[in-house]
């Protein structure tokens, strides 16, 4: 009802609303375009949903979507199927590669990271949960400065490919060998009998 509703808490989620899309990150002009707020008014918010991590902002003064969308989503039902299923791979690739391992799910052109493990190295691809990027003819592999990513699909349906993914710094990470610690990881997935359907392996 009308009475109801609370105009500061229905702004603040039209700005979380904005995130919904393929960029990662937004200039304030561009968030004051997408949501048609001020910007006076936009930092306002802004400044609100940061301290409770919910939006970051970089160094470049753009905003990225923080954390706690992604501890929250983790907590429903399906996503928490997928991760006791799925993470512990990741953990296992990630550790072997020494590089980052990612769960990635394409969507037409679109591609999104589900789950994320990073190794224990300063000099690491940084990805997480939620982040989002163009997949020309539906391949996820990503481009990134000074880095390079492997991908392999794990299987389809009607509506998404899910997909296997190593990446890091160009020069470290070996073709061959990532290849191979793919083939392990994929392997492993088949033995935990991962049913790879939109009710275990959809984001909420």
Not at 40 to 63: A, C, I, K, N, W
Not at 141 to 165: N, P, Q, Y
Request: hydrophobic share 40%; with cysteine; proline share 6%.
């Amino acid at each position: 009802m009308a009475q109801d509703r609370v105009e500061a808490v229905e702004r603040a989620l039209t700005i979380l609303e904005a995130f919904d899309a393929t960029e990662e990150c937004f200039t304030l002009a561009e968030l004051a375009n997408a949501t048609g707020f001020y910007k006076s008014t936009l930092l306002r918010l802004l400044g609100s949903l940061e301290r409770f991590d919910y939006v970051q902002r970089g160094g470049d003064g753009r905003y990225r979507l923080g954390p706690t969308p992604w501890r929250l989503a983790r907590r429903h039902l399906p996503s928490r199927r997928l991760e006791a299923r799925v993470q512990p791979v990741l953990d296992a690739l990630a550790a072997a590669s020494g590089e980052t391992a990612t769960l990635i799910a394409v969507t037409g052109e679109s591609a999104e990271c589900r789950l994320v493990a990073t190794p224990d190295s300063a000099l690491r691809h940084e990805l997480y949960p939620g982040q989002r990027w163009p997949a020309p003819a539906g391949v996820p592999t990503l481009d990134f400065a000074g880095g390079v990513m492997i991908c392999r699909r794990v299987t389809s349906t009607d509506s998404e490919t899910l997909w296997l993914a190593v990446s890091g710094p160009q020069g470290r990470l070996d073709s061959s060998s990532a290849e191979a610690h793919l083939d392990t990881a994929l392997s492993k997935l088949s033995h935990r009998a991962v049913e790879v359907t939109p009710s275990t392996l959809s984001s909420p």
